[in-house]
């Protein structure tokens, strides 16, 4: 069983920065694809990005693209995703999942509590 605990959401004003952090237990991760995934209110919940277990490729919603920046520790078995720039319409709790390909899209097993993360204007 894997647990995923978010952390480092909060309240910011546009253009601010926020770091979010993901810290896996009960398995070592790194052979596995690790992301972000949002849900605002009254919205389904939406991709954000994801890295490969090598860290050498990632993949960005166009929404956030040059904007956050995605990375992993393999030997702390932590995710992080860097957010700058951050608009209203990034107000959403923040998920980390365990990420893997199915029919094309990138989906989430393996889901953390998520946590909120609100940009005021």
């Known amino acids: 069983q894997v647990q995923l605990v978010e952390s480092g959401g909060g309240l910011v004003q546009a253009g601010g920065s926020l770091r979010l952090s993901c810290a896996a237990s009960g398995r070592t991760l790194s052979s596995y694809g690790m992301g972000w995934f949002r849900q605002a209110p009254g919205k389904e919940r939406e991709f954000v990005t994801t890295?490969?277990?090598?860290?050498?490729?990632?993949y960005y919603a166009d929404s956030v693209k040059g904007r956050f920046t995605i990375s992993r520790d393999n030997a702390k078995n932590t995710v992080y995703l860097q957010m700058n720039v951050l608009k209203p319409e990034d107000t959403a709790v923040y998920y980390c999942?365990?990420?893997?390909?199915?029919?094309?899209?990138?989906?989430?097993?393996?889901w953390g509590q998520g946590t909120q993360v609100t940009v005021s204007s």
């Open positions: 999942a365990v990420v893997r390909v199915f029919l094309g899209k990138f989906v989430g097993d393996y």
């Open positions: 890295i490969h277990w090598s860290r050498t490729t990632s």
